[in-house]
C-alpha cells in the first residue's frame, strides 16, 4: 500500500511538473506582439498558473529580502518594482475576461484565488524585513539624485507601505489590523444592508389608470416583475431602472410621493438594515485608523495621493461651483416651477415633482430623442470617426491583425503605429453585451508597458463596451451617450497606448486617481464639435450630414437643469467631506449633521426625515471616501484642457503634441499638477466649465 501511495504521489509531480511546463500561461508566448493566445489557453490552466506564479513573486521577494548587500535604490525599490511579473502574466487575461467573457467556471476560480490573492499581498506589504530595506533607502531619498520619475516610485512603494501601517509600533499594528478588519466588517454591512432594504420594498398596483404616463417599456417590465413575484398587476420597487423612470414619467403624484418617500427613508428607520449606527461607525473608525497613522482626519490621509492634494484646496473648488452654479440653479427652479403652474400644478414643486416637470419641460423646449440622432450614428462610422480622430491628433493608425488571438469572435484586435510607423500598441475593442461580459464600458490593459533597460515593453489595450448590436435589417447605431461613452473609453485607451514611462506601475492610466479621467473627458467635447462630427456622422440611410441645428440642439439639450446638477453633485461632495473631515469621534444626529453639511446647495425644500447618509454607498462601502469631489475635480480639467483645443483649433497639432507630451506619455512619473500646469501653463480655473454649461457669473 505504502509503495503504491508513493508512485501515486510520485506520478502526480511528475503529472504537474509537466502541466506547468506546458501550461501556455507560463510560458513565453509565439504571438504576434506577444499577444495572449486565447486559444490556447483553457479554463483550467488558470489555477495552477496562479499558484506557481505566487511562488514564483514570494522567490523573487526573499531574494531582496536577503540580499546581503546594503539596501539600495536599484537591488530594493526597482528589484521590487520587477517582482511578480509572472502573476501579471497570469492576472491579467484571467480578470478581464471575469469582466468581459464570464462563466461559472471562471467564477468558482475567482472565488478560490481571490483569499489566495489578499493573502499573498498582505504577506509582501506585512513583511518587515522588506520594510525595512525600502524605509532605508527613503530615508536617504534627499541624497540619492534620484529622477522625477524615480522619486515617484520611491515614495509610492515607501506608501504602499506606510499607508497600511508598516511604520507601526508592534502594539499599534495590532490595533491597526483589528481596526481594518472592522472597517471592512463594517462597510461590507452597510452595502449589503442598501442592497436588502432596496430589494426588500414593492409596491403592487392593481388599477393601470394610476400608472397613467408611462412609458410602454417601463410598463412591461413593472407587470412582469408582478408575473415573476405571482401576482396580477404591475410591481413596483426602487431599483435605478424602475424608481428613475417613475419619477419623470409618472402622472400620479401621490404614488411619485410614495416611491419617492421609500426611498429617501432607507435604511434609517430602525429594523434590520438600518446604517445610522453604521454611518457613525465607519466614519469614527476611518478617524481612528488615520489617526494612529498620524493624520488628523480621514480626508487628510486619503488627500496625499491624489491632485487636489488637501481639503483646503477641494473646500475650494466645491465653493466656488457652489457661488457660480447657484444663481442659475435657483432660475431653473423658478422656470420648472412656472411650467408645472402654466400645467395645472398648484404646489410648491417637491423633489418628487422635479423629475416629472423637468422632463416635460426639457421635452417641450428641445424634443430631441435618442431616435432622431441614432440614423447619424452608425457604428462603423463612429468607428472611423474616433479612431479618425486619433490619426488627426497623435498621427495614430489603427490597422486590424487578424493574426492576433480575441476572446471572442466579436472582438477586434488593432496594430497600433505612430506617424513614423512604429509599433506603439496593440487595441482590442469589444462593443456589444453579451451574456458573460457585465454591464457598462471599461478601458483595461492586457499588458502594461515599461521599459526593460533599453527595451521598450509595448502596452496591450482593451476597450469593452455595451451597445446595441446590429440585427438583419440594421447596422448597429449609437445613442448619442454611447458615441460619448465610446470616445471616453478610447480617451483612456490612448493614455495606455501613447505612455513612455520607465516603470509600470507608473505607466499609462496609474495615476492619480482625480487626474485620471481627464485623458477620458476631454475626448468627449470632440462629440459636439460640427467639424468633427462632419467627418462621419452622416444617415446610414441617405449619406445626408448631421444638421448644424440638430448639434446645437444636443449642446442646449445637454445644458438643460445643469445647474441643478452640478449642485446635486456638490451636495454629495460637501456631505462626503463632512463624515471624512472629522477629527473628533463623531456621536451626534447623522440627520441633523448632514443637514447642516448640504444645505447651501439646496435648491428644492428639503424633506423631513429624509436622508442620504445611510444610503451613500459610493463613500461608505465603495471607493469615494474624501474622494467624491473628484466627480466635478475631472469636469473642471477636462473643461479647461480642452478650452486650449478650443482657442488653438479643435484638431491644432501643437495643442496635441503638447498634451500627448506633457500628459498622455507621461502616467503617474510626476505629481499631476506639475503635468497639467507645463500642458496649460497655469493652474486649471472653473472658467471654461461654466462657459461650456452657458452658466454666467
Ligand atoms: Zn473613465
Avoid at 505504502?2 to 501556455?24: D, E, G, W
Avoid at 521577494?61 to 497570469?90: C, H, M, R, W, Y
Avoid at 432596496?198 to 404616463?213: A, C, H, R, V
Avoid at 440642439?553 to 460637501?574: H, M, T
Amino acid at each position: 500500500m505504502k509503495h503504491l501511495k508513493l508512485i501515486l504521489l510520485m506520478t502526480a509531480i511528475s503529472l504537474s511538473a509537466t502541466a506547468l511546463a506546458t501550461n501556455p500561461l507560463l510560458i513565453p508566448y509565439k504571438t504576434p506582439h506577444q499577444t495572449i493566445p486565447f486559444n490556447e489557453i483553457k479554463t483550467e490552466d488558470y489555477f495552477p498558473a496562479f499558484q506557481e506564479a505566487m511562488k514564483q513573486h514570494n522567490i523573487e521577494v526573499d531574494a531582496i529580502v536577503n540580499n546581503p548587500q546594503a539596501p539600495t535604490f536599484e537591488n530594493t525599490i526597482v528589484a521590487l518594482e520587477k517582482t511578480g511579473s509572472l502573476l501579471i502574466k497570469v492576472s491579467s487575461p484571467f480578470y478581464n475576461l471575469l469582466s468581459s467573457e464570464t462563466n461559472d467556471e471562471l467564477q468558482t476560480i475567482a472565488e478560490k484565488i481571490s483569499p489566495l490573492m489578499s493573502e499573498h499581498n498582505n504577506s509582501i506589504k506585512l513583511n518587515e524585513k522588506l520594510f525595512a530595506r525600502v524605509k532605508s533607502v527613503y530615508l536617504q531619498k534627499d541624497k540619492l539624485k534620484l529622477t522625477p520619475e524615480q522619486q515617484m516610485l520611491l515614495k509610492d512603494t515607501y506608501e504602499g507601505f506606510t499607508k497600511n501601517g508598516a511604520n507601526l509600533s508592534d502594539a499599534d499594528k495590532v490595533i491597526y489590523r483589528q481596526l481594518s478588519k472592522d472597517l471592512s466588517m463594517l462597510t461590507l454591512q452597510y452595502g449589503q444592508n442598501v442592497l436588502k432594504e432596496t430589494n426588500k420594498y414593492s409596491l403592487l398596483i392593481t388599477n393601470k389608470d394610476l400608472l397613467k404616463g408611462l412609458p410602454k417599456d417601463l410598463l412591461d417590465m413593472l407587470a412582469s416583475n408582478a408575473k415573476k413575484a405571482g401576482k396580477e398587476g404591475w410591481l413596483l420597487n426602487l431599483k435605478a431602472t424602475c424608481y428613475v423612470p417613475f419619477l419623470k414619467y409618472a402622472d400620479n403624484r401621490d404614488l411619485r410621493r410614495e416611491l419617492y418617500m421609500a426611498n429617501s427613508t432607507k435604511c434609517m428607520m430602525g429594523g434590520e438594515f438600518d446604517n445610522i449606527e453604521n454611518v457613525r461607525k465607519i466614519a469614527n473608525t476611518r478617524l481612528k485608523i488615520t489617526n494612529l497613522l498620524g493624520y488628523k482626519s480621514y480626508a487628510d490621509y486619503e488627500l496625499i495621493d491624489r491632485m487636489a492634494e488637501n481639503k483646503t484646496k477641494v473646500y475650494d473648488l466645491l465653493d466656488k461651483l457652489l457661488t457660480a452654479y447657484k444663481p442659475t440653479a435657483e432660475k431653473e427652479y423658478a422656470d420648472v416651477q412656472e411650467y408645472a403652474d402654466k400645467n395645472g400644478a398648484y404646489f410648491k414643486l417637491q423633489p418628487w415633482d422635479w423629475s416629472y416637470y423637468s422632463e416635460k419641460l426639457k421635452d417641450e423646449k428641445y424634443s430631441l430623442n435618442d431616435e432622431m440622432l441614432k440614423p447619424y450614428f452608425e457604428l462603423e462610422h463612429v468607428k472611423k470617426g474616433v479612431f479618425g480622430l486619433a490619426t488627426r491628433l497623435y498621427g495614430l493608425k489603427f490597422t486590424k491583425n487578424n493574426k492576433i488571438q480575441v476572446y471572442n469572435p466579436e472582438v477586434e484586435a488593432f496594430d497600433v503605429t505612430d506617424e513614423k510607423g512604429n509599433f506603439l500598441a496593440v487595441l482590442y475593442t469589444d462593443f456589444h453585451p453579451r451574456d458573460g461580459k457585465r454591464a457598462g464600458a471599461w478601458m483595461n490593459d492586457f499588458k502594461a508597458q515599461w521599459m526593460d533597460g533599453k527595451v521598450d515593453n509595448r502596452p496591450q489595450i482593451t476597450i469593452v463596451m455595451n451597445f446595441t448590436r446590429p440585427t438583419d435589417t440594421k447596422p448597429a447605431l449609437l445613442t448619442f451617450d454611447e458615441v460619448k461613452t465610446f470616445l471616453h473609453e478610447f480617451g483612456h485607451s490612448l493614455h495606455g497606448m501613447l505612455t513612455k514611462c520607465t516603470y509600470q506601475s507608473l505607466s499609462g492610466t496609474n495615476v492619480y486617481r482625480d487626474f485620471v479621467e481627464l485623458p477620458s473627458q476631454i475626448m468627449e467635447n470632440w462629440a459636439t464639435e460640427k467639424e468633427f462630427l462632419d467627418g462621419f456622422a452622416v444617415n446610414y440611410k441617405t449619406g445626408e450630414k448631421i444638421p448644424a441645428d440638430l448639434i446645437q440642439k444636443i449642446k442646449d439639450s445637454e445644458n438643460f437643469n445643469i445647474a441643478y446638477f452640478c449642485l446635486r453633485q456638490l451636495s454629495f461632495g460637501y456631505l462626503d467631506m463632512a463624515w471624512h473631515t472629522i477629527e473628533k469621534p463623531f456621536d451626534g444626529d447623522v440627520i441633523n449633521y448632514e443637514k447642516q453639511a448640504m444645505t447651501s446647495t439646496m435648491v428644492l425644500p428639503m424633506v423631513p426625515n429624509t436622508s442620504m447618509s445611510p444610503t451613500f454607498s459610493h463613500i461608505f462601502s465603495g471607493g469615494y471616501a474624501a474622494g467624491y469631489y473628484s466627480y466635478k475635480w475631472a469636469e473642471v480639467l477636462d473643461a479647461d484642457a480642452f478650452s486650449v483645443f478650443e482657442k488653438n483649433g479643435i484638431f491644432d497639432k501643437k495643442t496635441a503634441d503638447s498634451f500627448r507630451k506633457n500628459i498622455l506619455e507621461k502616467g503617474g512619473t510626476e505629481h499631476p499638477m506639475i503635468l497639467y500646469k507645463r500642458f496649460r501653463g497655469q493652474e486649471p480655473t472653473i472658467d471654461a466649465l461654466l462657459k461650456r454649461n452657458g452658466v454666467k457669473l
